[in-house]
């Protein structure tokens, strides 16, 4: 079954401090791997978009990774600001879902002051 | 402007309703779809549709209905709405559904069934 596996489910840091949320995935065949931003009470917005033939790529402060040997990604974020809390969510577009695409159930990030 | 415009953005009603929640995109887009978000279960397909007049089930289609008579609108219809329908409604839009297509969001839709 596809899935996709988002950790931790949230987590709490200090304004200023980095950190890495995790996304493993089992979809297969695997196309791409999308990392949205999704302020509370807003809709998601794409942040990043990682390929099989990538490892990295960033976006300001946010860099994303994929090893698709091991089917992992992982967000960073760099010298986190207040605005940086949200819900990060990981879509993988491969063999699952009604239309290709399998969500996440993201990790929810607060940034204390 | 290009932007996904649900409405409306807050909904109350009881048991047994019929109604509609309009989406509407300005971007030409091909591909529109309706999510579903419930605290712990993250973002749940309702129904998609891959150009006008084909509309295709998600993974929880059940108490839902859509129709695409135009590019621009997908609607999503509780034609009787009950309390599980209670959560907050995504459209979503991209050109098409293929690689490398990334998903426009609107701004939710926040419906509670008493």
């Known amino acids: 079954k596809n899935q996709v596996e988002q950790s931790p489910q949230s987590l709490i840091i200090l304004e200023g401090k980095n950190c890495t949320l995790q996304?493993?995935?089992?979809?297969?065949?695997?196309?791409?791997l999308r990392w949205y931003k999704q302020d509370t009470g807003r809709g998601p917005v794409s942040l990043t978009i990682?390929?099989?033939?990538?490892n990295t790529k960033s976006n300001g402060r946010y860099t994303a990774t994929l090893d698709a040997d091991t089917k992992q990604s992982s967000l960073h974020i760099t010298a986190s600001q207040l605005s940086d809390s949200a819900s990060y969510i990981c879509?993988?577009?491969?063999?699952?879902?009604?239309?290709?695409?399998?969500f996440g159930k993201g990790t929810h990030l607060i940034i204390q002051p | 402007e290009a932007q996904v415009t649900q409405n409306p953005r807050y909904l109350i009603t009881v048991t047994g309703k019929k109604l509609t929640v309009t989406c509407s995109q300005n971007?030409?887009?091909?591909?529109m779809s309706w999510y579903r978000q419930d605290p712990g279960l993250g973002l749940r397909q309702i129904y998609y549709?891959?150009?006008?007049?084909?509309?295709d089930k998600g993974d929880v289609p059940e108490g839902y209905k859509v129709s695409r008579k135009e590019k621009r609108n997908f609607p999503l219809i509780l034609e009787s709405t009950s309390p599980n329908q209670t959560s907050l409604y995504f459209c979503?839009?991209?050109?098409?559904?293929?690689?490398?297509?990334?998903?426009?969001f609107g701004s939710g839709t926040q419906l509670s069934v008493l």
């Open positions: 879509v993988v577009r491969g063999g699952g879902g009604a239309d290709g695409l399998t």
């Open positions: 979503a839009s991209s050109p098409r559904q293929g690689a490398g297509e990334k998903l426009f």
């Open positions: 971007m030409n887009h091909e591909y």
């Open positions: 996304c493993n995935y089992t979809v297969s065949p695997f196309s791409n």
């Open positions: 990682m390929t099989f033939s990538e």
């Open positions: 549709s891959m150009n006008v007049e084909v509309t």
